[in-house]
């Protein structure tokens, strides 16, 4: 796997798969970025550059575990576009790695021409997934076989009670069957100090970055599904809602890996997005408006 060097000299490892226009991918987490696989068959219309963050898969462990903090990895996304001799690139974040994203939107705008989030967090702009938004959207799935057992496990979080998230997996999934199972257990992270310090005090500034990206310029994505407990929809529409040219899709029937439950669907909506001509994504008489189940504004 190719290599490039951070900032502060730690190796860092990111995998190649696909052809076409360059997509730079970043893992949630902070995990093994295998788990992305090529995004449901998204690596058939994009070059999928795929970064392992510091401390996970085949990157190097930083001498300093504070540079785990998020906002201390922007300067290592910054380093894989100067490596890779981009001036600017699509880039695409899921889960966590949307914090990531959105720090670094917010700090070289100009080094981004389309932004794709899919089920992103949202911890870096400050919105919060209450106790009572996951109890409504796990109801939803109350006809399921292993609902009782999980939900029971859900309330007891949400009470302060319990803390077993193994138990509610199910509810990330948009099936629970043996690929979303072993999807799951390989996605765990296996770094628990990156995963701690991930968000530790001034990870984030959420005021800062609200504003940043209120006069961020490109075209965002936001992607949700529509079972996804870990970002609700509800979340993820807050979240469009910071963005002046953003389109907001809610994957029917997906949960918290959308590419895994549908991938001919999210591959289409994800292509129509990255693949719109530039002018037209740019031209101001196009308006892009949040709605579920398609990409609008193309």
């Keep these: 796997m190719p290599t490039f060097s951070a900032p502060d000299g730690t190796r860092l490892s990111y995998r190649v798969t696909g052809d076409g226009e360059p997509l730079v991918c970043l893992p949630g987490g902070p995990s093994d970025s295998r788990y992305l696989g090529d995004l449901g068959g998204l690596s058939a219309h994009h070059r999928l550059i795929i970064l392992d963050l510091r401390g996970t898969g085949r990157s190097a462990v930083p001498e300093d575990p504070a540079s785990y903090r998020c906002d201390r ?69 109350r006809d399921e076989p292993w609902f009782p057992a999980a939900f029971a496990a859900l309330e007891a979080i949400a009470d302060g009670t319990g803390s077993d998230w193994e138990a509610v997996a199910p509810f990330f999934c948009g099936r629970w069957d043996a690929e979303a199972q072993r999807h799951h257990a390989a996605g765990r992270p296996t770094n628990g100090e990156a995963v701690a310090l991930f968000a530790a005090e001034g990870a984030f500034d959420p005021e800062a970055t609200r504003a940043a990206l209120a006069a961020f310029e490109a075209p965002v994505l936001l992607l949700a599904g529509e079972f996804d407990l870990n970002s609700p929809p509800r979340t993820v529409t807050e979240f469009a809602e910071l963005f002046p040219d953003a389109t907001l899709v809610v994957q029917p029937g997906a949960g918290h890996y959308p590419w895994l439950d549908d991938a001919a669907r999210f591959v289409a909506t994800t292509t129509a997005f990255l693949d719109r001509r530039a002018a037209r994504a740019h031209d101001p008489m196009v308006t892009t408006r949040a709605h579920s189940g398609g990409v609008s504004g193309t």
Excluded at 73 to 83: K, P, S
Excluded at 105 to 119: F, Q, S
Aim: aromatic share 2%; glycine share 12%; hydrophobic share 50%.
């Design 73 to 141: 990895l922007v300067g290592d996304v910054e380093a894989l576009r100067a490596h890779l001799g981009l001036s600017r690139i699509d880039l695409l974040a899921h889960s966590g790695g949307a914090n990531l994203a959105a720090r670094y939107a917010a700090r070289h705008p100009e080094r981004v021409a389309r932004l794709a989030l899919i089920g992103p967090g949202a911890r870096a702009v400050g919105i919060a997934v209450t106790g009572e938004t996951r109890r409504e959207l796990a109801l939803l799935r």
